[in-house]
């Protein structure tokens, strides 16, 4: 809940920055980020996510993206992540997910304030298995993190509700290029804030 509460006060900033932001002339760049809950092969868990890219042309876009799935659960989420060996038995086992990639966005003409895509990208996604426990009245947080390169497909569609905010849905196909290759379904709503949006005014 801390995490949430961090996201959206971020977010809540973003947005009052944005006007000043949006008075550039140079719409072909925008900056969008968004919070929400999250579903797939990690269970249910919130999600955050930063993009940064360019306008090519009224239909495609080219973006940076970085994003974050915090604590899922271990016996879910531990395909890519490694595991630890805690000294003692540990309270509570996670992991915490991130990806950043390059990605291409392909879109139609948008159907009002609808803005559906298509996206694929190439990257990196990053576990990082968290282990805590409590010992002789000390608390004990180890970690491990591995990172492998990972391709991305997907899908999505935002609704404007105004130039500056709007609620989305995204679903991506990850294929995680480990030791043994894992495929990662995620599926992400929530609301997003734009600074000048690829898509739309």
């Given at each position: 809940?801390?995490?949430i509460?961090?996201?959206?006060?971020?977010?809540v900033?973003?947005?009052?920055?944005?006007?000043?932001?949006?008075?550039s002339d140079?719409?072909?760049?925008?900056?969008?980020?968004?919070?929400?809950?999250?579903?797939g092969?990690?269970?249910?868990?919130?999600a955050?996510?930063?993009s940064?890219?360019?306008?090519?042309s009224?239909?495609?876009?080219?973006?940076?993206e970085?994003?974050?799935?915090?604590?899922?659960?271990?016996d879910?989420?531990?395909?890519?992540?490694p595991?630890?060996?805690?000294?003692?038995p540990?309270?509570?086992?996670h992991v915490?997910?991130y990806?950043?990639?390059?990605?291409?966005?392909?879109?139609?003409s948008?159907?009002?304030?609808?803005?559906?895509y298509a996206t694929?990208?190439f990257g990196?996604?990053?576990?990082?298995?968290?282990?805590?426990?409590t010992?002789?009245g000390s608390?004990?947080?180890?970690?491990?993190?591995e990172?492998n390169?990972?391709?991305?497909?997907?899908?999505?569609?935002?609704?404007?509700?105004?130039?500056?905010l709007?609620v989305?849905?995204?679903?991506?196909?990850?294929?995680?290029?480990?030791?043994?290759?894992q495929?990662v379904?995620?599926?992400?709503?929530?609301i997003s804030?734009?600074?000048?949006?690829p898509?739309?005014?």
């Amino acid at each position: 809940m801390r995490r949430i509460t961090v996201i959206l006060a971020l977010l809540v900033a973003g947005a009052a920055a944005t006007p000043a932001a949006a008075q550039s002339d140079h719409h072909h760049w925008f900056v969008n980020a968004g919070v929400g809950p999250s579903f797939g092969t990690f269970g249910p868990t919130a999600a955050a996510d930063l993009s940064g890219g360019y306008k090519v042309s009224d239909h495609v876009a080219l973006a940076g993206e970085f994003g974050a799935l915090p604590h899922a659960p271990f016996d879910k989420a531990g395909s890519v992540a490694p595991s630890v060996s805690p000294f003692a038995p540990s309270s509570d086992v996670h992991v915490n997910a991130y990806h950043t990639n390059a990605n291409l966005f392909v879109r139609p003409s948008p159907w009002g304030r609808l803005v559906p895509y298509a996206t694929a990208g190439f990257g990196g996604f990053t576990g990082s298995t968290v282990a805590s426990t409590t010992m002789a009245g000390s608390h004990i947080v180890q970690y491990s993190r591995e990172t492998n390169p990972a391709t991305n497909l997907g899908a999505g569609a935002t609704y404007r509700l105004t130039n500056w905010l709007g609620v989305n849905a995204d679903y991506r196909h990850f294929i995680v290029n480990a030791a043994d290759t894992q495929h990662v379904n995620r599926f992400t709503t929530g609301i997003s804030l734009f600074v000048n949006s690829p898509f739309g005014k």
